[in-house]
């Protein structure tokens, strides 16, 4: 099996509609050992995923907002494996005024809110990790392509854009130890997280028109999370630094298909492209 023996930490796990549950429960399959973490009112949750997933599977406390937890992180995860072979980022925050066409308007307190949960507790998971991966590992971080502006997605956009630039910082301080580090671009999907981000349906709606694959935002997490176990096996170990798209083939393609007759007018010379005059 693709992670027969593997210790894999997954964080993110909310409920079963999470992307990071349908990685776990694939992994599972695949022969992984899983951890999660949670902190606060919503552990209850993960903690409720975790006995659905399997039976006995323990949920580590871990807010990435206090330092401290990091470090209990490492004794924990020391203390049951002695060992880890991968982890799953995916955590991410911003509040309300931080999204939904406010950019011009957020305050500093939020943005830092934003980047602190989304992006910097990836540096510092990694760090958490980077001791117990004596044998190599995997650090994967899910993603949603920012090397564009997108409507609605505001300083969270901002917030994975650094992402996309940490994975590479990290790939280039973590290479020398054989730890691998990707992110995992996927396209819009029907989760919990989405529903916060307003406009979201909007944006769900046009993908599948300019993805060459098509897509559907409610079908697609299992190819996502099989794409995410993928990356945590070692099956790529020469691939890091990456963003890997499991979008339906939508970042390769600049605009939506058109007709190429809707602008013809009696079927006269319509003129090359860049014809001018």
Not at 14 to 41: C, K, M, N, W
Not at 183 to 189: F, T
Not at 234 to 263: F, K, R
Request: charged share 20%; with cysteine.
């Amino acid at each position: 099996m693709l992670l027969q023996g593997k210790k894999l930490l997954i964080t993110g796990v909310l409920t079963p509609q999470s992307l990071a549950y349908g990685v776990a429960e694939h992994a599972l399959e695949q022969g992984a050992d899983i951890l999660l973490t949670g902190f606060g009112r919503a552990r209850s949750l993960t903690e409720r995923s975790a006995k659905r997933l399997k039976a006995g599977t323990e949920v580590l406390e871990l807010d990435v907002t206090n330092p401290a937890h990091f470090s209990a992180l490492t004794e924990s995860l020391r203390q049951r494996w002695g060992r880890v072979d991968g982890v799953l980022h995916s955590i991410a925050f911003a509040p309300e005024d931080a999204l939904g066409g406010n950019f011009l308007n957020t305050p500093w307190e939020s943005a830092q809110t934003a980047f602190r949960i989304s992006t910097f507790s990836l540096k510092e998971l990694a760090v958490a990790v980077m001791p117990l991966m004596t044998q190599g590992g995997s650090i994967v971080t899910l993603d949603f392509d920012n090397r564009v502006a997108w409507p609605i997605y505001d300083w969270m956009g901002v917030c994975k854009a650094a992402l996309e630039a940490t994975v590479r910082y990290l790939a280039r301080d973590l290479g020398p130890k054989g730890i691998r580090v990707n992110a995992l671009a996927a396209g819009p999907l029907a989760t919990v997280a989405a529903k916060g981000i307003p406009g979201f349906k909007s944006l769900e709606k046009g993908w599948g028109t300019q993805a060459p694959l098509g897509w559907d935002a409610r079908k697609s997490h299992d190819m996502v999370a099989r794409t995410a176990c993928a990356l945590l096996s070692d099956w790529l170990p020469s691939t890091t630094g990456e963003m890997v798209h499991v979008d339906g083939g939508y970042h390769a393609i600049g605009a939506p298909p058109v007709d190429p007759n809707e602008d013809k007018e009696g079927g006269g010379d319509t003129g090359s492209p860049t014809s001018a005059g």
